[in-house]
Structure formats: C-alpha cells, structure tokens
C-alpha cells in the first residue's frame, strides 16, 4: 500500500507562495490519481486540487484557488505538488494529500484513502 509524506508548509504573509511536497512510496505512483485536500480548525475537510493519472485529462480545482494554485505529478521524483501562488489569509489550514479510490466524487474526501499526515500552512494578513 502506498505511504504518502507531505512537507512545505508554513508561515508566510499574505501574497506569498509556497509549495507543497507529498512524496510516495509503495505502489505504482504513475497509477495514481492524486488530490489535495485543506482542513482549517473547526471545518471540514475541503477538496483542493486534482489530478487525474492520465495527465491528458486537466487537472480540476476548487474555484477558490482556481488560478492561484497549481497541481502537478512528478513521475521521475514519485513526488505530487502543490504550487501556491498569491496566498490569502482564508488559506490557512493543514494540508493533505490522497490517493483516489476510482469511484465516487474526486471532490469528496470520501472518495479517497492513503492520506498523508498533513502539513500545516498558515497566511498571515
């Protein structure tokens, strides 16, 4: 089963970036499709971004990072990213990485397993 390690997080002003890391291992990476996922204190868990494991198919994201975030899957490195750019105070959660089940929502956390164990990001205004 894979193992998935997520890192880059932390505290930044508001209009910075970051980037986010969620390393695999175990399993067949380039067989993954792959999500992150953002939990603030006292919310639920809220999809971010998607990608499909055919890179054909555009990545999907939730309208409130739509053009500010960016997911991508390095094959060479067994490594998922998350490039975040112009980050706003409403940003701070823990972040989470997930492998999708194949069915179901790829919205719904319900639809995955395999997550990380997150990494904290904190915008200050």
């Known amino acids: 089963q894979v193992q998935l390690t997520e890192s880059g997080g932390g505290l930044v002003q508001a209009g910075a970036s970051l980037r986010l890391s969620c390393a695999a291992s175990g399993g067949t990476f380039s067989r993954y499709s792959m999500a992150w996922f953002r939990q603030a204190p006292g919310k639920e868990r809220e999809f971010v971004a998607f990608?499909?494991?055919?890179?054909?198919?555009?990545?999907g994201y939730a309208d409130s990072v739509k053009g500010r975030f960016t997911i991508r899957k390095d094959l060479a490195k067994n490594t998922l990213f998350l490039e975040m750019n112009n980050l706003k105070p409403e940003d701070t959660a823990v972040y989470y990485c997930?492998?999708?089940?194949?069915?179901?929502?790829?919205?719904?956390?319900?639809?995955?397993?395999?997550w990380g164990q997150g990494t904290q990001v904190t915008v200050s205004s």
């Open positions: 990608e499909y494991y055919a890179t054909v198919v555009s990545p």
């Open positions: 997930a492998v999708y089940r194949g069915s179901g929502s790829f919205r719904s956390a319900e639809s995955f397993d395999s």
